[in-house]
């Protein structure tokens, strides 16, 4: 079974500063993964996707995840964090693209709220 | 990209009524929609899963007879609560995906409803 653990429910940052939330996922085989991110009151944006392509994936607004098959780490980094980048991050991880009966369910982690200060 | 429109975006609700949400694909044939719950400071659950034209997939724990799923097109699908009491209030969100034969789209969200019960 596909499981996602974020290890960190709030970061807190300075504009400017680096960004690092963390995700380690469990899956019984190739795993398709995910960023979103959620603003207050509003629905997800895809910020990224990893399928078994480049290990290093770039998304939207500057944001990029590396997948690390050997430490089964999928972490989300940002050289500069901006104020609009406060919100909630999900790591995601896929149980299948709808072949062999899956239903191509998205499993979500807990969440990470990253906070950015002035 | 694709666009998936959920509507109310808000709605509040005395107890015991039946309140229906929307979810439209605008620009893609939803094969397959999912619908989620979050609670507050929590991470999304999933509560059912539904394909065009058939009986949708429950979570466990989830009442089928209190949120009733129907898909009955390849762009709507519709989740009413029925005879809401205050612990329905929540934040529910649909996803959609085609995952039609040969194509494989990642998931699409709407921007979620806010669900009061009063």
């Known amino acids: 079974a596909q499981s996602v653990t974020q290890l960190d429910s709030h970061v807190s940052v300075s504009e400017g500063t680096p960004v690092l939330l963390r995700c380690n996922y469990s899956s019984s085989y190739s795993p398709s993964l995910f960023w979103y991110v959620q603003h207050p009151n509003k629905g997800l944006q895809l910020l990224l996707k990893y399928t078994s392509a480049a290990t290093l994936v770039k998304g939207i607004n500057g944001f990029e995840a590396e997948f690390k098959k050997s430490e089964t780490s999928f972490h989300l980094t940002k050289p500069s964090a901006h104020m609009s980048d406060a919100a909630e991050y999900f790591c995601?991880?896929?149980?299948?693209?709808?072949?062999?009966?899956?239903?191509?369910?998205?499993?979500f982690g807990k969440g990470t709220k990253l906070s950015v200060k002035p | 990209g694709a666009v998936v429109s959920q509507h109310p975006s808000r709605v509040i609700c005395k107890s015991g009524t039946s309140v229906k949400i929307e979810c439209r694909s605008l620009?893609?044939?939803?094969?397959?929609m999912f619908w989620y719950r979050q609670f507050p400071k929590q991470s999304l659950m999933l509560m059912a899963t539904s394909n065009e034209g058939s009986k949708a997939t429950y979570e466990q724990g989830v009442e089928k007879d209190k949120f009733l799923i129907n898909h009955a097109s390849l762009t709507l699908s519709t989740l009413t609560v029925t005879s809401a009491h205050p612990e329905d209030s929540s934040f529910y969100i649909c996803s959609a995906r085609d995952m039609g034969r040969g194509r494989v789209t990642e998931a699409f969200f709407g921007q979620g409803t806010r669900l009061t019960v009063v």
């Open positions: 995601v991880v896929s149980d299948g693209e709808g072949y062999g009966g899956s239903q191509g369910n998205l499993i």
């Open positions: 620009d893609f044939q939803a094969t397959t």
